[in-house]
Nanobody
Framework: QLQIVESGGGLVQPGGSLRLSCAAS????????IGWFRQAPGKEREGVSCISGSSGFTVYGDSAKGRFTVSRDNAKNTVSLQMNSLKPEDTAVYYC???????????????????WGQGTQVTVSS
């Protein structure tokens, strides 16, 4: 089975940057679609980005497009989410998730993902 651990969260000022990492153990993550989701208090879970295991195709949610970049490091078996130009509304717990599918393209649908990390807190505040 695949185990997922997120790291890199913390406190950052508006306009700053953070880089989140998703480390996988067990089955190699290169064969999985990897998604990033976030959930703020009182709000619904929101898709941030995903990267396809088969093609490397990436998808970004509207809130992340132009500011966030998802990438895969196969040597380290990790997926990173580079977050720039952070806003207070980006404050949330960020979750990394994975699923195995024959579909070439990942999508930001939480129900697709069978493996989830514990989350890492990102707080954007002055």
């Amino acid at each position: 089975q695949l185990q997922i651990v997120e790291s890199g969260g913390g406190l950052v000022q508006p306009g700053g940057s953070l880089r989140l990492s998703c480390a996988a153990s067990g089955l190699t993550s290169r064969y999985y679609h990897i998604g990033w989701f976030r959930q703020a208090p009182g709000k619904e879970r929101e898709g941030v980005s995903c990267i396809s295991g088969s093609s490397g195709f990436t998808v970004y949610g509207d809130s992340a497009k132009g500011r966030f970049t998802v990438s895969r490091d196969n040597a380290k078996n990790t997926v990173s989410l580079q977050m720039n130009s952070l806003k207070p509304e980006d404050t949330a717990v960020y979750y990394c998730a994975a699923y195995s599918t024959r579909s070439e393209l990942c999508r930001l649908v939480p129900g697709d993902y069978g493996y989830w990390g514990q989350g890492t807190q990102v707080t954007v505040s002055s």
